[in-house]
């Protein structure tokens, strides 16, 4: 066969034209992967705000929607009966994932230490909360909710008392 390749110019279209087309594929790729170094934008509260406006209301939606009430009358079930009862959970259980999230920015974090761990365990039960309400499982609803509070109740131990204390989730 009678080709360029085969005549020697394979090294010159490698070097030429393959090389240098395949590095800069490469180095779009990577830049492709770079975050940008400045992201625009402006909180609208503090951390009190955050609590008290976004991630509590939250969180009381999925504590009300898992376990029983039991009186001498009965037992109620608090677990949603209905599609919107359970896309309201899913809602709520995201809002709890992003607000940990907003706690991590910079103005609300406290520190790179325990605040950071303990915001990044409430995007983590947030996210299980929405999967176990997306799957209607009011048992792991529950649980997870057991697993939201010791969340909370670990940053409030911490930096709400004021007392320097250490971190119960670890």
Same mark, same amino acid.
């Given at each position: 066969?009678?080709?360029?390749?085969?005549?020697?110019?394979?090294?010159? !279209? &490698?070097? #030429?034209?393959?090389?240098?087309?395949?590095?800069?594929?490469? @180095?779009? =790729?990577?830049?492709?992967? #770079?975050?940008?170094? *400045?992201?625009? !934008?402006?909180?609208?509260?503090?951390?009190?705000?955050?609590?008290? =406006?976004?991630?509590?209301?939250?969180?009381?939606?999925?504590? +009300?929607?898992? @376990?029983?009430?039991?009186?001498? /009358?009965?037992?109620?079930?608090?677990?949603?009966?209905?599609?919107?009862?359970?896309? /309201?959970?899913?809602?709520?259980?995201? $809002?709890?994932?992003?607000? +940990?999230?907003?706690?991590?920015?910079? +103005?609300?974090? &406290? *520190?790179?230490?325990?605040? #950071?761990?303990?915001?990044?365990? =409430?995007?983590?039960?947030?996210?299980?909360?929405? $999967? /176990?309400?997306?799957? &209607? *499982?009011? *048992?792991?609803?529950?649980?997870?909710? +057991?697993?939201?509070?010791?969340?909370? =109740?670990?940053?409030?131990?911490? !930096?709400?008392? @004021?007392?320097?204390?250490?971190?119960?989730? &670890?």
């Amino acid at each position: 066969r009678d080709c360029l390749l085969s005549r020697g110019l394979g090294d010159v !279209y &490698k070097r #030429q034209i393959l090389y240098p087309a395949f590095a800069a594929i490469l @180095g779009m =790729l990577a830049s492709c992967a #770079q975050p940008p170094e *400045d992201v625009p !934008y402006r909180p609208t509260g503090d951390v009190k705000h955050t609590m008290n =406006l976004v991630l509590d209301p939250a969180a009381d939606v999925i504590w +009300g929607s898992a @376990g029983f009430i039991m009186t001498e /009358a009965g037992t109620q079930d608090l677990a949603p009966t209905t599609e919107d009862g359970w896309l /309201a959970v899913q809602h709520s259980a995201m $809002v709890v994932a992003e607000s +940990g999230n907003l706690l991590m920015m910079p +103005g609300r974090s &406290k *520190d790179n230490g325990d605040w #950071q761990e303990i915001s990044l365990a =409430l995007v983590d039960v947030g996210i299980r909360a929405q $999967v /176990a309400a997306e799957e &209607k *499982d009011a *048992d792991k609803l529950f649980d997870l909710g +057991g697993e939201l509070y010791r969340v909370c =109740l670990s940053c409030h131990q911490l !930096y709400i008392q @004021g007392e320097e204390k250490t971190n119960p989730l &670890k």
